[in-house]
Structure formats: C-alpha cells, structure tokens
C-alpha cells in the first residue's frame, strides 16, 4: 500500500506517485495511466496499454449506444 495526498495545482487536483508506486505500475514520468473503478467500486491505477486502450474505448461506444437499456437494467 502507497499513501499520497490529494493537492490542489491550479483549477485541478494532483495526487503523486512516488518511485516505488510508479515501478508497482511499470509507469514512468510522462506515461498515461487510467484511474479504473473496479467491480467492488474501489478505484486502480493502470498503466497505457494499447490492447486495455482500445478496449476502453469499445467499451465506451457500446455504452453510449446502449445508455437507455443500460439505465433500464440498473
């Protein structure tokens, strides 16, 4: 487990990630990683993957396509 604080930086909120969290993530400075919420509703950080990349983006269109029966079977 990492501890970090939440900071403000100009109109936005930045939380940071020390060496040991970073190497965890295989991330490096200047990497994109994605803030995922998983099923038991906790939130994971991600490393750009383009295989993960683009399945979010699949998943994304199929529930914006889908938003009434989606909100229907909620």
Do not use: C
Request: charged share 30%; no cysteine.
């Amino acid at each position: 487990m990492f501890e970090t604080k939440i900071r403000k930086v100009g109109n936005s909120a930045v939380i940071t990630l020390s060496k040991e969290a970073m190497a965890v993530i295989d991330a490096a400075e200047g990497d994109t990683i994605y803030l995922v919420r998983t099923d038991d509703g906790s939130l994971a950080l991600r490393r750009h993957e383009d295989d993960f990349a683009a399945a979010m983006r699949a998943a994304e269109k199929v529930m914006d396509d889908n938003r009434d029966a989606l909100q229907a079977l909620a």
